[in-house]
């Protein structure tokens, strides 16, 4: 096992931390959309585009660009890895499934110099699908650093990550009777609508984030005591992030009757649209020398931060600028209670105005997290523009040019979370939401709609035995606007069992999926 920490370097000294531990154990959920969401409608081929059927209008404060459909096939600064290692660590991860369909995993994290670490991560995903035109052709490389001094005074993580995804597209097939009726078992005869296009995006970023403590060290006693001050000055980090985003979608068959519109060129459609950023952070917080790997019990920061973003394949270029100002505290009391909350606004172009504000108070009981769990009230309340792709898009088929109003986001939870148990409720309210209606085309809610949801997620261990279950209830106000199942169900049952004097283990079992129509 080895810990692991991810997004800012401050993480490590705040104790957020969880072990990794190769295992057997959903082994199944090999798809690299079982990390972002349990529940999930996709194009029926791994590496393909999905949707969330969880509802969670939440999302990063500033600009966005969206829609996020192949997110979860991606590296990046939110699920990058970092190791904090006692020994180099090394995995390697291979499946083969039908049709030449094959995933590959290959992880490698090391110590160069006692106080440098690097690693490398990387994914590849092949998948030809058992329908035509359902080729998926995924990369993904997520190359890290880490340099810390042997005081500990200075500090730096980095990362560069390039991420590729090729796939081809068919508009699905051209009746659902076909399935329905299961007229033939070869679905690579079931004809398609669109036999020319494909979806490219490509993406690269270079991520720096370091720290460095105000004052010097505390003096020191002898070999293993120093002198703790009451008062430490805390420390200033800054993080430096370039990114360049860039999506094509191509047909060579554009007047084949699939496109209602053909706006430019009826002998092959190019749509090309880039998004480069450029955004980089000041903080402060209150963390010091002797830090460990335990959680604070108390942690304060305020931060700043200004974002470029440049956009190109419309008609003319744009440019964008923000500042975003932000402060943050988490409090652990007695081990039992714990408060937290953050805030940030945003000024400039496009998202100026658009605010955010989290809070949250957990109760531990018996000040033992791992035995008891712990029970968390949350509340979010966000007013935040849809992504730029649902205000403005010009291409061959699609064009649209908005004026959307940022949307509304007021949301209260209650969850109970434990050692394979979690288990809560949601109730969230939304203002002018965005989404694209039957047609691909952005629409804006005019009324305000509610949105309820229950989740309970709990694995059992009986022995050999195991049984994973997951279930989701949810319930819109307006079905038309959010369309998500109102019951969601999945189960697995599977025996592990060792062979070859435990040089081996098996785990037959099954898997059992539900959800109501929608």
Known sequence: ASDVYKRQIDSLALGRLHSYRMQISGIQNYDQIF????FFASLGNPGQAYKDLLFNPLQRNGFQFGPNSFDAYLFNNQNTEYYYLKEPF??????????????????????????????????????????????????????????????????IIANYLYNKVFVYENGGITSDSLFENNVESDRFVYPVNVYAAENQIREFSFY???????QKKHRKVNDSTYVRRNIHAGRISHSFYLAKHTQEYIDDQPAAGFYDNIYLDSTRTHDSVYHFQIVNKLMWSNLGYLDSTERKPFYIYGAARHEYHELGGYQERKYMNQFIP????????????????????????????????????????????????????????????????????????????????????????????????????????????????????????????????????????????????????????????????????DVTFFVTMPLFKGATTIQPGLRIFYNTSY
Do not use: C
Request: aromatic share 18%; charged share 20%.
């Open 208 to 214: 720096g984030n370091q720290f460095f403590n105000i």
């Open 35 to 38: 990390k972002v969401t349990p």
């Open 326 to 489: 932000s402060a943050g505290v988490y409090w652990l009391i007695q081990n039992t209670y714990m408060i937290s909350g953050r805030a940030e606004f945003v000024f400039g172009d496009y998202n100026g105005g658009d605010f955010s504000i989290r809070a949250r108070f957990a109760y531990i009981p018996g000040k033992e997290e791992k035995k008891y769990g712990r029970i968390e009230f949350g509340y979010d309340l966000a007013s935040q523009k849809p992504g730029w792709f649902y205000q403005s898009y010009s291409g061959n088929h699609f064009r649209w040019e908005n004026n959307f109003k940022a949307v509304g986001k007021n949301i209260l939870s209650l969850y109970y979370k434990r050692h394979r148990l979690k288990a809560g409720i949601e109730y969230q309210q939304l203002t002018s939401l965005v989404i694209l209606n039957e047609e691909a085309l952005p629409v804006q809610a005019d009324k305000g709609i509610s949105l309820f949801k229950a989740i309970v997620y709990k694995d059992f261990r009986f022995s050999i035995v195991g049984i994973d279950t997951k279930f989701a209830y949810q319930n819109a106000s307006d079905e038309s606007f959010i369309a998500v199942p109102d019951l969601l169900a």
């Open 90 to 155: 090394s995995e390697l991860f291979y499946i083969l499934g039908p049709k030449k369909e094959q995933t590959v995993g290959v992880r490698f994290h090391t110590r160069i110099f006692p106080t440098t670490t690097i690693g490398a991560d990387f994914r590849y995903i092949f998948a030809p699908g058992r329908y035509q035109r359902q080729k998926s052709d995924n990369k993904s490389l997520a190359a890290s650093v880490q340099h810390f001094t042997r005081n500990r005074r200075y500090g």
